[in-house]
């Protein structure tokens, strides 16, 4: 079977549960997102609010082994499955704010490792190879800006 084979066929049985979901009158669920998120009635859940300090030192320590084992790429599967196992320990009203505030603390100590790194290593870009030892006086958890 070829991809676009898989591909026809996948969306052959979208359409088919989508058709079998319309015909019940249960709420629409949307297939591509997140089970248990949603927007409805979410406001204004771009915000950062507080969350477990446990899970913030767990974010960081996220974003540093990506920097020391993937040189500061991954694919991204750790850190979207933790969120992910967090948030839905949330009451549902919470957890778009609470995935919006770990997305950005992941994403901004990413940044703050990077320059870290930069500065001991100019020439070093994402994804290049980089002594990783450098990384040993890497002051962990004392950006206060976050």
Do not use: C
Request: charged share 20%; no cysteine; glycine share 8%.
């Amino acid at each position: 079977m070829t991809i676009q084979q898989m591909v026809q066929s996948q969306q052959q049985q979208r359409i088919v549960s989508r058709s079998g979901q319309k015909a019940q009158a249960g709420p629409h669920v949307n297939p591509y997102g997140t089970p248990g998120m949603s927007l409805n009635n979410a406001g204004d859940y771009r915000k950062i609010v507080p969350v477990d300090e446990d899970v913030t030192k767990q974010v960081r320590q996220i974003a540093f082994d990506h920097m020391k084992n993937g040189y500061g790429v991954s694919d991204g599967e750790d850190i979207s499955t933790f969120i992910r196992n967090y948030t839905m320990s949330l009451a549902p009203e919470k957890r778009l704010s609470a995935s919006w505030t770990l997305n950005d603390i992941f994403h901004k100590e990413a940044a703050r490792l990077g320059e870290f790194v930069h500065s001991h290593d100019p020439g070093w870009d994402w994804g290049k190879p980089f002594d990783t030892s450098i990384l040993d006086s890497y002051p962990q958890g004392l950006d206060t800006t976050i």
